[in-house]
């Protein structure tokens, strides 16, 4: 009797033990080039995470260039937000979410509940070389800024 009741805990033990929860690295996960495409509005963008907490970003909103802008992000749980290099704060922070390990899905949190899908994609060198450089305490109030 004894036997069967320690071999029905055990069996217990391994059903119960064996469901372990996925914990996600979404850290891991940001860190890279992306790209986007609103559906709502003609705009071109692309934003390099690099792990050192820095990030690169080059819009193109109409006609006419990419433009560059610089500063720091980071990654509080699922908060993404950060700042242009002049200081001044993104328009709002971001719910970070995936699909699959190539789309990223940036939910505004400023009560726009705008939504961007960002894939994974190398930022193009012709995207890069003819960016006009922008001083980021001068970004303009669109959109796509982040």
């Known amino acids: 009797m004894k036997k069967s009741i320690f071999i029905l805990i055990a069996l217990l033990l391994m059903a119960t033990g064996c469901k372990k929860e996925k914990t996600v690295d979404y850290a891991k996960q940001v860190i890279g080039e992306w790209h986007c495409v609103p559906e709502t509005f003609d705009a071109d963008v692309y934003l390099a995470l690099d792990p050192d907490g820095t990030f690169a970003l080059y819009q193109q909103i109409g006609e006419g260039r990419h433009r560059h802008y ?25 719910q970070v979410s995936f699909s699959g390990g190539n789309t990223m899905i940036l939910k505004a949190l400023n009560g726009s509940e705008e939504v961007m899908t960002y894939s994974r994609n190398t930022i193009p060198s012709e995207v890069m070389e003819g960016s006009v450089e922008m001083k980021s305490d001068a970004a303009i109030d669109c959109r796509p800024v982040l």
């Open 70 to 94: 610089s500063g720091e992000w980071e990654l509080d749980g699922i908060t993404l937000s950060g700042s242009y290099s002049g200081g001044e704060a993104w328009g709002s922070s971001y």
